[in-house]
């Protein structure tokens, strides 16, 4: 058998150094990531809804998505919620400090399936991470769009990430969003806005079910419940789009861990067609 | 606001979608507009449930009045949805506070008006439980989701 | 009368001779008899080779026992597959140095440097002898995981770079056996085998009479070979692979009547079976020990040790076989996905027999049944696959499947 050269390039880690360290919540930081040389990204540069496997020195490598793509000098972000070990030691990454970098890997969302069509992005907690990108992606080129609504759902108040990137897009006045909080935390609160969950503010939005694109991210019990509340509205399950999470290792589909019954999330996914994916998610433990 | 004014908000209103007309006449009978400031109270626990409120702009809050905590508000209300339902049945009283958290609007329909409706038309009877029960599943749901804690700790 | 195929029948010696010559170009690989099980070793010469010697197999047993003839092959496979051979349970794969610097530096951690493991590092020549259809259909499959996707890995890919193939006819089969319901045995290669071709394909024959090989070259290097032992070979002739079929006819027979598992749309019998019964009586008896994922010859899931130096400057990545069958497998924060046995064993042989199919176009059982052998308490996959999906094909496999 005539076997090519493979390379090693997909296992070995690229160092990039953190150029910025911004606090999002209490457990949740973004790195802005830089290559250290002149390295240029090229083909490599990623796409909304990819993700990487991150890992600070001495630690192990987790799957992060990019929460904002390459920019000036091929710097990317990630946003890191510290659930554990090898978490906890990236989001105590300072500026100067290198951190190890495979990818991009995964699919990204399919951003032209929304060309003409309403936008809605439905994010939960940390999965506005990987949809900031979307959000980005389409105000960049807003014409190519209909009605946006971002709609997300936080813990509580204090618990919402990328609330300056809100606000901006908000004072846009060419982007509806709307956010709501599960509870107010803090009882003293100064939350002015909803409280309950993500799929209420579908109510409120201003989108055409039958012409609108749907992007959706955040725990599977929210997604579920996001792609059933989309089609009381009237959008078809097969324009809905969502990202899943499952353990990726490997990044390349070689290692088994992210496997979603008949899916490779790391090589079909992490973004998947909702009408793939449900299906998949109602068997128990799949 | 005129009365024609205020049967269109309340015909255009999502909780009386599926009446006709004449039904929507039948409830909106002797309906008033309610504006509320961020802050002011629009009912309070224990007092009587003389209206069903529609909501069409803001957001009111549901709020439980815990001492030493003060107002502690657990969910959100917004436009296109029916705010409250103690007006349906005996004793006619609320159970929690309603508090505008923004610049709100409602229309105040009088609930003897549409209970008599109700009882004079099964099928608008009917018509007007399914659509409550609709609001009651819908905000029973999300409950449900915000007592898991989706976001918090031991959760993807 | 000889064949056109380039075949030639040697005897034992002439077999010894041929593994002498390979051995001068290769480190060579075959069965040898170690603590009682026949497994994979060194071996210099047929001497090496554990003849005499066969295996009794079933649910959860495996002996090593006397043959009352001299045969070379005359077993079935052991708890070794080859797949270590190219796919290492430990594989180091990187390490990220640091070196601390000057003020200001905290830890070094502005000065590091990664240094991947080369691929070829260790990797010799290796000729494997002995293997089996079943084995050499794992290798087509491990292919097919490891090289056919977007990224190729290059430890597996150097490692099987370059391997030369005996393959051997399989006429003393276990009771564990299934091979003719995958289609991958009990002949090693040859038409229909799914399998890479073999460089030699040998077929045994052991009578009262008659010890010999028949060794049909399938690459120019097994040609090379048999040219460089002729002085020691006759051609084979067209009787000589009658006798070849009809062992091997009277093989598959023996295996199917004993043990056949009806693979025909078994994937989508089993996609409409998530939620039978079954799995839960099979998670009563199941220890979740994960042998079946040890044993089996395509298993592949890894997962990676990242280990650092006491002095905090040197930390290192190992792959490291993973199985399906740890709750760490499936674990994302906050507990694992397959958290009963249940569905650790449904995610195992669902894997194996139906979403396979989906992630790399192929079966991911070969029939070999070590899966079974070497279970503590003896779990039977053709007969859990059959209690569970049923006998008869109800549903289509909406990617294909075996048909």
Known sequence: MAIAEPTVAPLVPQLLEVRAHRRETADTATLTLAPTGPTALGDAAPRPGQFAMLAAFGAGEVPISYSAMAGHGGAVEHTVRSVGAATAALAAARPGDLVASRGPFGTGWDLDAATGRDVVVVAGGIGLAPLRGVVDAVLADRDRYGSVNVLVGARTPDDLCFAEHLRGWSARGDVEVAITVDRLGDPASR???AIGVVTGLLDGAC???????????????????TVRALGVQGVDVADVQVSVERSMTCGVGHCGHCQLGPVLVCREGPVLPAARVLPLLEVRER | MTEP???DLVAGHPFTSGLSPAEVDAIAEGARVVDLLPGEALFREGRPATHAYLVTHGHVGIEVHHPGRGSIAVSTVGAGELLGWSWLLPPHAWHFDATARSIARLVAL???????????DPALDRRVARQVMRTMTARLEAARHQLLDLYGHGHR | MGTDTGAVVVDVAGFDALLAL??????????VLADGVIGIGEIAGVADLPAGWTDEQAPGRYRAVRRDDDALFGYAVGQRSWRTEVNPSRLPLLQIRRRRAGEGDRDGARHQEVLPADPRAGVEPTAWVG???CDLAALAVSDRVLLGGEHPDPHYAERRRDVFVVAVDCTSPASTCFCPSMGTGPAAAGAGHPGPTPDLHVHEVCTTDRHELVCRPGTDAGRALLAAVAAEARPATAADETTAAEAIAEAARRIDEHRHLDAEGLAGRLEAALEHPRWDDVAERCLSCANCTLVCPTCFCSTVETTTDLAGTETTRTRVADSC?????????GGSVHASTRSRYRQWLTHKLDTWWDQFGTSGCTGCGRCTTWCPVGIDLVEEATAIAGPTAVAAHPEGGPS
């Not at chain 2, 009088?110 to 004079?120: G, I």
């Open chain 1, 207 to 225: 989108f055409d079910p039958d012409a609108a694109t749907a992007f959706v991210c955040g725990p599977e019990v929210m997604m579920r419940a």
């Open chain 2, 5 to 7: 004014e205020i049967r």
């Open chain 3, 325 to 333: 069958f740890t709750l760490d497998h499936s674990y994302l924060h």
């Open chain 2, 110 to 120: 009088d609930a003897t008006t549409v209970r008599a409706a109700c009882d004079h």
């Open chain 3, 22 to 31: 390979l051995a001068r170009e290769r480190r060579v690989l075959g069965p």
């Open chain 1, 191 to 193: 939350w002015p806005g």
């Open chain 3, 131 to 133: 293997v089996r259809g």
